[in-house]
């Protein structure tokens, strides 16, 4: 029975690196916070464009993000 549950769901983001090492993570945020758009900090980190928005996510949602990078209506 868990096999059937388990085929009822998709698992999202699998081809996406998630993980940060903290100093990058932390200039990520200071690039950001400073001016840098999402695609050049992507570029400049080798990381896909999506990969730095989740990490300014999780930032964002720790109050560390201080210039804003979505709005809700």
Known sequence: MKEKRMRDYEFVLEDLELAFPKQQLEEITD?????????YIAKKYKRQSDEI????????RNGKI???????K
């Open 31 to 39: 690039q950001w916070n400073k001016g840098a758009e999402l695609d």
């Open 53 to 60: 928005f989740l990490a300014l996510f999780h930032q964002a």
């Open 66 to 72: 201080e210039r804003p990078f979505a709005y809700r």
